[in-house]
């Protein structure tokens, strides 16, 4: 072959290069072009969808649903008959707290048909929307807080970190950790609270060395707010009178018996259709003259310690431990059988002096083979027996229809630490105590079928890895930020050195 042919053969080889460089630029270009016009569909439709199907097309796959209000609060939004604001006062732009509150707090519009809106303002840059909000300045209304309010009813509550985020101290590290997030049932509590044209108290006594219900009972008493219900103490030695917005009036494991005085004055409150809840563990204290009070409810409070002859019906083999029975009643509407945790139980009494009027009824045994301790001596023990550890009353021989609406009503409960924070922080609702008082409270205040509002805190999602060892988190960290993004690495290379050559 000529030297002339072969450098023909090359020229030859050449001539197509071009048309392929063309159709290369040409692809190129509409790669580019078609890329960026599907970026742009994507963010218009991405834009349009949030703004026409968002509200309606969204979900919450969060752990324990973060975001999301829970059947409870559903249902008291979809019984609403006012309006009611919830105003975040502070900057929505440069807020770095509530973040996923108000995700939580979107929801509660969402579902609330049109009743409840939501607003954030900073009284920094808007002094004037405390004093809208609260003109007496009764809330102490401040920055880095909600304000929950009715215009209808004029009634406003604050809601504030410490009602959104329960934090609990380490006692190992005195360090503070995040507990749960608390925010529905505070945020559903106001709006009920809010709705509501008139506010029950519940009073605690003082004078006779009680328990201080505000430590020692904080959960009860944070639940009974959210339902509505104010909370507030009552020296029986300082008035002359019941105070007429008394609901109920608790005695919370008082050492001292009440005087004569008392015992007037608490008659006079029940005869006027007023409702008492004595809460009284075993103990040396006996009380002779609440004891006159109670016999027209046909009860009485005793002298004896209860203990479980039943090892099923025993928490950790103690038979001062009781896991009790709630039969079904005026309290609980099915018998709850063996998860009450009652501990140093005190026997409550069914008097046999039966009045037509009064009726009586158990709220919490022991099984069949419970045994009653005569004032706590183990050598002066009944035989086995259901014994009542708690028990109810009502007495209708009062009624009056021209001036008295409500029959008085009595419930005795023979363990005052089964309702203690301690026992109910540690075992939540895997018992019934809570339930059992809550419904207690809402039978003793004629407020059954309004709405219960037992809603579980939300527990923080954590991203943190709390099993395995110090090798196995190296390796996964390994994994994870070397050999994955390596492999990655590689097989980007790979396609590029194909790609190049086509």
Not at 95 to 123: A, E, H, Q
Not at 248 to 270: C, F, H, Q, R
């Amino acid at each position: 072959m000529s030297i002339f042919k072969r450098i023909t053969q090359k020229k030859d080889n050449k001539k197509p290069a071009k048309p392929m460089d063309r159709r290369n630029r040409s692809l190129k270009r509409i790669s580019i072009v078609s890329t960026i016009l599907v970026i742009v569909v994507l963010l218009a439709f991405n834009i349009l969808f949030d703004r026409l199907l968002g509200p309606i097309l969204k979900w919450d796959w969060s752990a324990g649903e973060q975001y999301s209000v829970g059947d409870v609060t559903k249902e008291i939004l979809a019984s609403m008959e006012a309006d009611v604001e919830i105003v975040g006062l502070f900057d929505e732009n440069n807020d770095k707290t509530y973040g996923d509150i108000r995700l939580l707090l979107d929801d509660y519009v969402r579902n609330s048909n049109g009743r409840v809106s939501l607003r954030y303002v900073d009284p920094d840059k808007t002094p004037a929307i405390i004093k809208e909000i609260d003109p007496d300045g009764y809330m102490n209304l401040a920055a880095n807080m909600f304000a929950v309010h009715c215009p209808t009813t004029g009634k406003a509550k604050a809601v504030t970190r410490t009602d959104i985020f329960d934090y609990k101290i380490n006692p190992q590290t005195y360090q503070s950790y995040l507990n749960g997030i608390i925010a529905e049932q505070s945020f559903t509590g106001a709006i009920k609270y809010v709705q509501s044209e008139t506010t029950p108290v519940i009073y605690f006594t003082t004078g006779h060395d009680e328990l201080d219900y505000k430590t020692v009972y904080s959960t009860l008493v944070s639940v009974m707010q959210y339902n509505n219900f104010e909370v507030k103490t009552l020296d029986l030695l300082s008035i002359d009178r019941v105070p007429e917005d008394c609901s109920v009036i608790i005695m919370a494991e008082p050492t001292k018996d009440i005087t004569t005085g008392e015992s007037n004055l608490i008659g006079a409150y029940l005869r006027g259709g007023g409702s008492l809840l004595v809460l009284a563990g075993f103990g040396n204290a006996e009380f002779p003259v609440l004891n006159g009070l109670l016999a027209d409810f046909n009860l009485a409070i005793s002298n004896d310690r209860i203990r479980e002859g039943d090892d099923r019906y025993r928490h950790n083999n103690d038979a001062y431990q009781i896991r009790a029975i709630a039969p079904a009643g005026m309290i609980s509407s099915s018998t709850v059988d063996g998860f009450t945790l009652v501990e140093n139980a005190r026997a409550m009494n069914i008097l046999s002096n039966v009045k037509s009027w009064v009726t009586t009824e158990p709220v919490l045994t022991t099984s069949d083979s419970g045994i009653s301790e005569i004032r706590g001596d183990v050598n002066q023990s009944s035989g086995a027996a259901k014994q009542t550890i708690a028990v109810l009353s009502e007495n209708k021989g009062w009624y009056d229809s021209q001036s008295i609406t409500q029959s008085a009503k009595v419930i005795l409960i023979g363990s005052s630490s089964m309702l203690s924070d301690t026992i109910l922080q540690a075992y939540g609702n895997n018992i019934y105590n809570f339930g059992l008082f809550y419904y207690a409270v809402q039978w003793l205040s004629n407020a059954e079928g309004e709405g219960d509002l037992i809603i579980e805190a939300k527990q923080p999602v954590s991203y943190y890895l709390t099993k395995g060892t110090p090798s196995a988190y190296n390796f996964s960290a390994a994994l994870a930020f070397i050999v994955i993004p390596l492999g990655l690495l590689a097989v980007a290379l790979v396609v590029y050195r194909r790609r190049k050559h086509l």
